[in-house]
């Protein structure tokens, strides 16, 4: 088995090793992953973080020993980004912008240098709210975690993720964590809030805010009105999705 990490700002993984295949996610500044099959350009991998596997281009990360990621895996400490954008300096002198939930752990190893706000722990709750506000305006981007492009799941994962906390990469694979809540009016800000198409799938979710509004990627990353129909579009005065159920993650 062999184990790599990404060391440039924002990396595609893809469904199939080619450039034109579908992007599944992206691969952040420092997300370790194990390699599960290496061919000449395009390597397999499983991301350490949420388990996503696809095929990234063999220039764009570098190996690292069994002893380093395992040392990665067991570190009790945060050390991610936290500004929206900030800066690595690579050996060679350069400046390389990272976005925000970029690990940061690994600096010694990549012999990199980071010129930026960090944390160190587990944030409140009540950091979720202004997090998710600094994407506010992201173009929708499918397969997307940053503020130049992001998707719904991966809106809600990279919010939680800067604060802290864990979340798997899809609406659907989130709404099998956290407990599920009856009514709307038992939720809090921060709580997730999923909704399913009309073959009853679970295709979207969003941040629950205060006084029955919602931040959510569609489009872009806007802020919507929620009731126990769903999301209430306040610029096509219609509701674009049907509320299946609302989650407390903390």
């Excluded at 596997?53 to 990360?61: H, I, L, R, T, Y």
């Excluded at 970029?102 to 240098?113: A, D, R, Y």
Aim: contains cysteine.
């Amino acid at each position: 088995m062999q184990y790599g990490i990404c060391n440039l700002s924002i990396v595609s993984l893809r469904q199939n090793p080619d450039d034109t295949s579908e992007m599944v996610t992206q691969l952040l500044y420092g997300d370790h992953f194990k390699v599960l099959e290496q061919r000449k350009f395009w390597s397999k991998i499983r991301v350490a973080f949420d388990t996503v596997e696809g095929w990234v281009d063999n220039k764009q990360f570098t190996l690292i020993s069994e002893d380093d990621f395992i040392q990665t895996e067991s570190a009790t400490k945060i050390h991610l980004s936290s500004d929206l954008v900030s800066f690595i300096s690579p050996n060679n002198n350069s400046l390389m912008p990272i976005v925000a939930g970029s690990s940061i752990q690994n600096l010694e190893l990549l012999k990199h240098i980071f010129d930026g706000n960090q944390i160190h722990s587990v944030q409140t709750k009540e950091k979720l709210i202004p997090t998710a506000l600094l994407y506010l305006n992201s173009p929708f981007l499918w397969g997307g975690k940053t503020p130049f492009g992001i998707d719904c799941g991966g809106l809600t994962q990279m919010v939680y993720k800067t604060n802290g906390y864990r979340l798997l990469r899809t609406a659907q694979e989130q709404s099998k964590q956290g407990e599920a809540l009856s009514f709307i009016e038992e939720s809090e800000p921060g709580d997730l809030a999923f909704f399913d198409d009309a073959n009853g799938v679970i295709d979207h979710v969003g941040i629950i805010m205060q006084d029955n509004y919602i931040i959510h990627a569609y489009g872009k990353v806007r802020i919507d009105r929620i009731d126990h129909t769903g999301i209430f579009n306040t610029e096509l005065k219609n509701y674009s999705h049907k509320l299946r159920v609302i989650k407390k993650i903390i």
